[in-house]
Every structure is written in C-alpha cells, then in structure tokens.
C-alpha cells in the first residue's frame, strides 16, 4: 500500500515539476498553452507507464485487480493534490480544471487495468506451456 501512494504521488509530482520548466520567473508560460499542455501530457504518460512498471514488477497475481486499485487510487491522487495545489495556483474552478486537465486522469486506471489485464493473459499463457 505504502508503495502504491508513493509511486501515485511521484506519477502527479513528476508532471508538476517539469512544468516549472514552462515558465519565466513571474509566472509567464514561455510556450503556448496547447504545447504546454500536450507536452506535461506526454510527460505524464512516459513517466506514468514507468512508474505502472515499477510497480507491477513486485505484483506476483491478481494482475487486473492490482491494475484496478492502483488505477483508481493514481487517480483519486491526482485528482486530490490537484485541487490543494493546482487549482490554487491557476486560481480556477474545479470545472475549469476539469474540463482543460483533470479529465486527462482517466487514462491512469484505463492504462494500469489494461497492464493488469496483458499481465494476466500473459502468465496465463506461461501457465498452459
């Protein structure tokens, strides 16, 4: 449990702090928004899969539950230090947000569910040999 937090917490803080790489010191974004966004999108996708990756590594059964859990609790995470740190800072809505990033979240459990579910076709295959 103590792993899945810590890696759901570096899958939201990885994203947020190469973002700061954005912007100029007075919190003028260098970039256009869409490049921003598309690329902090990337970021989280790339850095997002590792860490699934990390943490299916030490996962020994129940691949599309743990892909389940880990999925939605990657979610609630984001979703959470988003609204404490995040929408603060953007000084938005929750349904701005929602709407322009946090809508985004749904490819985390769509991603760990469909690792879960490879994994398990996987061993089911290394099991029928």
């Keep these: 449990m103590t792993r899945n937090l810590l890696l759901g917490f570096l899958s939201w803080l990885i994203p947020f702090a190469v973002s700061f790489l954005f912007y ?6 260098v970039v256009p928004y869409a490049t921003f966004k598309s690329t902090i999108m990337v ?3 790339i850095s997002g899969c590792y860490l699934l990756i990390k943490y299916f590594k030490i996962t020994e059964g129940d691949f599309i ?3 389940i859990i880990v999925g939605l609790s990657w979610f609630a995470i984001n979703i959470i230090l ?5 929408i603060p800072i953007m000084k938005s809505t929750f349904t701005d947000y929602f709407i322009s990033i946090g809508i985004a979240y749904f490819s985390i459990p769509a ?6 579910y490879l994994l398990k076709v ?8």
Excluded: T
């Excluded at 100029?24 to 974004?29: R, S, T, V, Y």
């Design 24 to 29: 100029k010191p007075g919190g003028e974004l």
């Design 43 to 45: 970021v989280g996708v």
């Design 65 to 67: 539950k743990n892909g």
């Design 82 to 86: 988003d609204v404490v740190i995040l």
């Design 111 to 116: 991603i760990s569910i469909a690792m879960g």
């Design 122 to 129: 996987k061993s089911n295959i290394h099991a029928n040999k």
